[in-house]
C-alpha cells in the first residue's frame, strides 16, 4: 500500500504510524525481541551519559573565564550532569578540586609549561569542543533518518532536539553565576562577555536569590531533559540492539570529551 497516497489512506489518520503498524506485523519474532532490546538499551544510555558529561557547576564555572568554549561544551554534550541536584552549587569547587588525580597532574604541568603551549591546547580545547557537536549532530540526524518514533512517528528529528536542549540548561547556570556579584556590581556588557570580573565573583561572592532560584530552575530543567531523552530514543523503532550500542558510544564520546574541557582548563 502506498501510504503517501490521499486516495488510499483516507481510512488512516495517521499514515506514518499505519506504515509502521504493517511492518511490525510482517517481522519475525526475534525481530521484534531485537527492536524491544534496542529500546531497553537507548533508554538506559540517556540515564548513563547523565553521569558521563559536565556538571552544571563546572560549565558554569568555566564560562567566568572562558564563555564561548564554556557554551560549546555545553552544546556538545548531549546530556546535563545533575550530581548535586537541589544542593547550593559551589562554583569554587572545580577551580579547588580537579575531577581525579590525572587531572591534577595534568593542570600543575600545563602551567609550567610556555605560553605557546597553553596556546595550542587551548586551540584543541575548542576544536574538541566543534567535533562533539559535530557528532552529536550526524549521530541525532542518522539515527533519526533511519527510524521512526512511536512516541512520535510523523515529527522528525527528535533526538538531536534532545542533544541541542542540553545547552539551555548550562545557560541557566552561565546566568546564575554572573547574577552572582560582588556589592551589586554591575560591568558593561563586554566585561560580562569577557569575564574576568566574574571569575572573582564566583570565587569569594556567596548565592543571592535569583541564583539560587537559577540553580533550581537548572535543576528541574536538567530533570526535564533527561526525561524527554529517555522518552524520545527509547520509543525509536526499527533499531537493532548492535546499532543502538553504536549510537550510545557516540554519544558518550561527545560527553566524555566533553567532561574532560572543563578539566583540563
Known sequence: ?????????????HPCSCAADCLLQNITGTMQSNFASAQVLLGLKTAILVYIGP?????????????????LLGLGSPAVNFA?????IDFREPFVRPLSTSSRVWCTHLARQKIIVRTVVQIFSYVGALLAIANNAYNSVYTDFRTISGWRCSIRLMPLLWSVLAVGVHILGMLAVRVRLLDGYRPSIRCAIQSNFYLRAAAAGENTAPSEALLWVASLCSIGHM??????????????????FQVF????????????????E
Open 227 to 244: 526525561v524527554f531523552g529517555i522518552l524520545v530514543l527509547s520509543s525509536l523503532v526499527f533499531i537493532s540492539a548492535s546499532e543502538a
Open 249 to 264: 558510544a557516540m554519544y558518550a564520546a561527545s560527553a566524555g570529551l566533553c567532561r574532560h574541557g572543563p578539566s583540563s
Open 1 to 13: 500500500m502506498n501510504y503517501l497516497n490521499d486516495k488510499e489512506t483516507s481510512q488512516c489518520a
Open 84 to 88: 548535586r541536584l537541589f544542593r547550593c
Open 55 to 71: 556538571t552544571i557547576a563546572e560549565v558554569a564555572a568555566l564560562s567566568t573565564y572562558k564563555p564561548l568554549l564554556a557554551f
